[in-house]
């Protein structure tokens, strides 16, 4: 004979344990995007999972990088949370950093073993869109290839042209950025700057040939 009452029970055991476990998940995502390694460590040691991953594949390193949260961040490192995982858009946590500009995140994921370098879109680039030096001179210093290409053929330099980055523009092409390489479109560097009107990287970059 089945027993209803056991299904009950069953089921409302499941649901305060679901229901535990959202508000355990909010509180964490609270503490991460507030910097509070004290009380991420204490929901570490209670169990909650590190690598826990939001619907779009962010984790919590991600979303502390993307914070500038960086004593959560030094805090999932100690407790080995993955450094490689990439969200739905292929997203990792090193490139989240670099677009933030934060450097003394980026160097805490690359000294833990982030890559700089992989197929398609590169922290490099994600720095170069927008203009921060310091994190492309720090992605360098660790073997970030300058003259990487995603997909469509863009490289950092034309993502700093692009949108007009002069300092950014200097400083690729000092480390070596070719400026003669097309995207798939056609453009260069020299092209996109033109066509997107900002005269003085047309200027710098005409200077580079």
């Not at 204490?42 to 990088?65: H, V, Y």
């Not at 398609?120 to 300058?146: C, E, N």
């Not at 479109?185 to 200077?207: C, D, F, M, R, Y």
Request: glycine residues 8%; contains cysteine; proline residues 3%.
């Amino acid at each position: 004979m089945f027993n209803y009452k056991l299904m009950i029970s069953v089921i409302l055991a499941l649901f305060c344990q679901f229901a535990v476990a959202a508000s355990s998940y909010e509180e964490m995502v609270a503490a991460v995007k507030q910097d509070k390694p004290d009380v991420v460590a204490g929901l570490i040691k209670r169990g909650f999972d590190p690598d826990t991953s939001d619907q779009e594949g962010n984790t919590l390193l991600m979303i502390a990088a993307k914070e500038g949260s960086s004593g959560v961040v030094k805090q999932l490192l100690a407790a080995r949370a993955k450094v490689e995982t990439r969200n739905e858009f292929g997203e990792t946590a090193l490139m989240m950093a670099a677009i933030k500009g934060n450097v003394e995140i980026t160097r805490a994921l690359v000294e833990r073993g982030a890559s700089v370098n992989f197929p398609g879109w590169t922290p490099l680039m994600y720095a170069a869109v927008m203009g921060h030096v310091d994190a492309a001179r720090l992605l360098i210093s660790y073997g970030a290839k300058v003259n990487a290409t995603a997909e469509n053929g863009v490289t950092p330099l034309m993502m700093a042209a692009r949108e007009g980055h002069t300092m950014m523009v200097s400083f690729l092409l000092a480390n070596g950025a070719d400026p003669h390489l097309k995207s798939d479109a056609g453009g260069t560097a020299l092209s996109i700057a033109k066509e997107k009107k900002h005269p003085n990287v047309v200027e710098v970059l005409s200077k580079a040939g």
